[in-house]
């Protein structure tokens, strides 16, 4: 299994940004998809998810800003990310999951400038 991300960039404040995390290499219907955001110097941290059943959940600092999606035909998570902030700034990683069984992508880079 191998997940891809992508969508990640430079961008001012103020400005969007979609990322996207495509899977390969079996059907994810069942997992529970993620991103997570990891700043130089912080330990990583859950920013959103999506169950299997839809249902989401988001970190306090980004509700209301970032929106987390999936497209089971697609094997894709997506995350868009509206009214970006310098401190949005960060390696974004997503992940499947489903017990036992947890993939990683390999992360994209999102620098918010000021």
């Known amino acids: 299994v191998q997940l891809q991300a992508s969508g990640g960039g430079l961008v001012q404040a103020g400005g969007s940004l979609r990322l996207s995390c495509a899977a390969a290499?079996?059907?994810?219907?069942?997992?529970?998809m993620a991103w997570y955001r990891q700043a130089p110097g912080k330990q990583r941290e859950l920013v959103a998810s999506?169950?299997?059943?839809?249902?989401?959940n988001y970190a306090d600092s980004v509700k209301g800003r970032f929106t987390i999606s999936r497209e089971n035909a697609k094997n894709t998570v997506y995350l868009q990310m509206n009214s970006l902030k310098p401190e949005d700034t960060a390696v974004y990683y997503c992940?499947?999951?489903?017990?036992?069984?947890?993939?990683w992508g390999q992360g994209t880079q999102v620098t918010v400038s000021s």
């Open positions: 992940k499947f999951r489903r017990y036992p069984y947890e993939y």
């Open positions: 290499g079996g059907t994810f219907r069942t997992y529970h």
């Open positions: 999506i169950l299997s059943n839809g249902s989401t």
